[in-house]
């Protein structure tokens, strides 16, 4: 079955770095595009940044842009979300998305915060 497992993320300063990585298995990892979606507490889940099977096409949120990194090795079966210029307002849960038809695979989650 699908499985993806993050890790990766902990507590930063503002203006810091994080790598959170999403190891997938159960699927055929090379041929699905794959997604990062960070939900903070109390709002809903919104998607942070997306890539193409291949790598080639990649697309951010607005509130990223600029400072956020998807990537992806097919050979690792494994997606990565490095992130610079951490700022307290991108303190949430991270997680690894793909997508199936009409079905969505979640991993477990990672927490990210950022705070002094």
């Known amino acids: 079955q699908v499985q993806l497992v993050e890790s990766g993320g902990g507590l930063v300063q503002p203006g810091g770095s994080l790598r959170l990585s999403c190891e997938a298995s159960?699927?055929?990892?090379?041929?699905?595009?794959m997604s990062w979606y960070r939900q903070a507490p109390g709002k809903e889940r919104e998607l942070v940044a997306g890539i193409s099977s291949t790598g080639i096409f990649k697309n951010y949120s607005d509130s990223v842009k600029g400072r956020f990194t998807i990537s992806r090795d097919n050979a690792k079966n494994t997606v990565y979300l490095q992130m610079n210029n951490l700022k307290p307002g991108d303190t949430a849960a991270y997680y690894c998305?793909?997508?199936?038809?009409?079905?969505?695979?979640w991993g477990q989650g990672t927490q990210v915060t950022v705070s002094s």
């Open positions: 998305n793909t997508q199936s038809g009409p079905t969505y695979y």
């Open positions: 159960g699927f055929s990892f090379s041929g699905y595009r």
